[in-house]
């Protein structure tokens, strides 16, 4: 896709596959909008943790699942120059996790899972269409459930 032409009033756009009454989304980058996104990762991942100390302590036949690593797949345009301070992407699984290995990389284009219908659509999008991924972290906790005696 490319701006072909444009004025004060219009944006054209031309590219293959492009036609009249197709969505357009633009992306603004926002550390602010960024953090409160990591706030909902740090949630879910808490909430692994939860769930592993219930199912552990009521010892009633619910195996609980152990987290012994994680992998962390971050836009190379976020970090420390893009939040002003470090370890900001790795804090939510640091913190849920104290002392468990995780490993990650910045990268140039995030690895997501594809867009089906499974997952949900961008709002307005077309079902060929998918949600953009841009200044995204990927996180990835590995974990395993222990085999018990009746196994």
Same mark, same amino acid.
């Given at each position: 896709m490319f701006l072909d032409r444009g004025d004060e009033e219009y944006l054209y756009v031309d590219g293959i596959g492009i036609k009249t009454g197709d969505f357009f989304q633009f992306y603004y980058s926002d550390p602010n909008t960024a953090l409160a996104s990591l706030t909902k990762v740090h949630d879910a991942l808490k909430?692994?943790?939860?769930?592993?100390?219930?199912?552990?302590?009521?010892?009633?036949?619910?195996?609980?699942?152990?987290?012994?690593?994680?992998?962390?797949?971050? $836009?190379?345009?976020?970090?420390?120059?893009?939040?002003?301070?470090?370890?900001?992407?790795?804090?939510?699984?640091?913190?849920?996790?104290?002392?468990?290995?995780?490993?990650?990389?910045? $990268?140039?284009?995030?690895?997501?899972?594809? $867009?089906?219908?499974?997952?949900?659509?961008?709002?307005?999008a077309s079902p060929v269409s998918c949600c953009l991924h841009v200044y995204s972290t990927v996180y990835l906790a590995m974990s395993y459930t222990p085999l018990s005696v009746e196994d």
């Amino acid at each position: 896709m490319f701006l072909d032409r444009g004025d004060e009033e219009y944006l054209y756009v031309d590219g293959i596959g492009i036609k009249t009454g197709d969505f357009f989304q633009f992306y603004y980058s926002d550390p602010n909008t960024a953090l409160a996104s990591l706030t909902k990762v740090h949630d879910a991942l808490k909430n692994i943790t939860r769930e592993t100390k219930s199912k552990s302590s009521k010892g009633d036949g619910d195996k609980a699942a152990n987290v012994f690593g994680g992998l962390i797949f971050a $836009c190379y345009g976020r970090g420390e120059s893009f939040f002003g301070r470090h370890n900001v992407d790795s804090s939510p699984f640091l913190e849920n996790f104290p002392g468990v290995p995780v490993s990650g990389i910045f $990268c140039g284009g995030e690895m997501v899972r594809p $867009c089906t219908t499974v997952i949900g659509q961008c709002e307005g999008a077309s079902p060929v269409s998918c949600c953009l991924h841009v200044y995204s972290t990927v996180y990835l906790a590995m974990s395993y459930t222990p085999l018990s005696v009746e196994d």
